[in-house]
C-alpha cells in the first residue's frame, strides 16, 4: 500500500495536482490563503484514499469533505455589505442513470382491474407521464463532440437527468468534460473533472457555444 501523501499549498492549485480530483479550484483556495496542506491517505488496495487538511505543523484541521460543504453549502449564511443575508446556491442531484424500458416498468401498475380480455403490449406504450413530464423513445444521433472534450458554457445552460425529460433540473455555467460522445435527442453526458466518476446531467448539443 503506498504511503500518505501530502500536497503543500504552493502545488495545491497545479493542474497535475491530485487535489483538482477531488475537490472545486474555490475550495483549494481557500486552503492556499489559510497556508493549509492536504494529507492523502490509502485507504485499501483499490486507490480509495481519505483526504485530511492539516496545518504547517502538520496537526489535524479537519477532512477535506467538510471544507467542501462549509465553503459550498447552500445553506451556507454569507455575509452581504456587512448584513447578513442568505444566498441560495442552485445544487446538482446526483443522476441515475436509468433506461427507457426501466423507467416505463416502474410506472406501469402491478394490477389493473377491470381490463378487456385483450393483453396490454408492453412496446405499444409509446408515452408515459411521470411528474407532468413525458418520456419518449430515445433517439440516438451523430455530434462533433468525444469522449474527454472540455467544453465551457459561457451562459446559464440547462441541465437535465435525462436525454428525454421536458424540464431542468438546473442551470449550469463553467468549463466541464464529455462524458461520453454518445448523443441522443440533441444531447450529451457531462461531468465535472476527467475522472469520469460521476455524470451531473445531460445537456443540449445545440447550448454548447
Known sequence: MARNKIIKPDVMLKEDSIALQYAPEEVLQELVNDN?????????EDKDVK?????????????????IEKIIN?????????????????????????TLEEIIQENIPEKVEDVSEDTV???????????SETI???????????????????????????????????NVVGTYYIWNSDNYNGRIRICENLTFEK????????EIR
Do not use: Q
Not at 493549509?36 to 485499501?44: E, N, T
Not at 447552500?74 to 436509468?98: F, L, R, Y
Not at 446531467?201 to 445545440?206: A, K, L, R, T
Open 136 to 170: 419518449k423513445e430515445e433517439t440516438k444521433e451523430t455530434t462533433e463532440f468525444k469522449t474527454g472534450d472540455k467544453i465551457t458554457l459561457s451562459f446559464l445552460t440547462h441541465l437535465y437527468n435525462t436525454c428525454v425529460a421536458r424540464k431542468p433540473i438546473t
Open 74 to 98: 447552500p445553506e451556507d449564511i454569507m455575509e452581504v455589505d456587512g448584513t447578513s443575508e442568505d444566498v441560495p446556491v442552485e445544487t446538482i442531484p446526483e443522476v441515475e442513470e436509468n
Open 36 to 44: 493549509l496542506s492536504l494529507r492523502i491517505i490509502p485507504v485499501d
Open 51 to 67: 483526504l485530511e487538511v492539516i496545518n504547517s505543523a502538520g496537526v489535524k484541521k479537519g477532512m477535506l469533505s467538510e471544507y
Open 199 to 206: 455524470v451531473i446531467g445531460w445537456i443540449n448539443v445545440s
Open 121 to 131: 403490449d408492453i412496446e405499444e406504450v409509446k408515452e408515459v407521464e411521470i411528474e
